[in-house]
């Protein structure tokens, strides 16, 4: 791969679900949160390791069932953390109602 200096691209990330590359802002990155949670890095700049989803229900569903997605990031997933994924993945605003 030729790198080009004269234009500022946009990286591209692996989905954990279905295993194509895409811009990284086509895709939902998630992180391992403080309390060992997935998490969701809405604003992508967390340094923790992290991995990407696509904006598809489809994808996510395959990360979780394939459990690669918690592995790769080393995270524990409830329901809760579940729940905060899928909606970023579907754009639905996160109420926090705890
Ligand atoms: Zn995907």
Redesign the pocket.
């Known amino acids: 791969m030729k790198s080009d200096g004269s234009r500022a691209r946009i990286p591209e990330r692996r989905?954990a679900?279905?295993?194509?590359r895409?811009p990284k802002t086509d895709l939902i990155r998630l992180v391992r949160g403080e309390d060992g949670r997935v998490a969701v890095d809405n604003r992508m700049r967390a340094q923790s390791r992290g991995t990407y989803?696509?904006k598809?229900p489809a994808?996510l569903k395959k990360a979780l069932k394939s459990g690669r997605l918690v592995s790769q990031i080393g995270a524990t997933l409830d329901a809760s953390s579940e729940e905060a994924v899928r909606r970023a993945v579907t754009g639905e605003e996160t109420l926090s109602k705890d």
């Open positions: 989905c679900g279905c295993g194509g895409f989803v696509c598809d994808c």
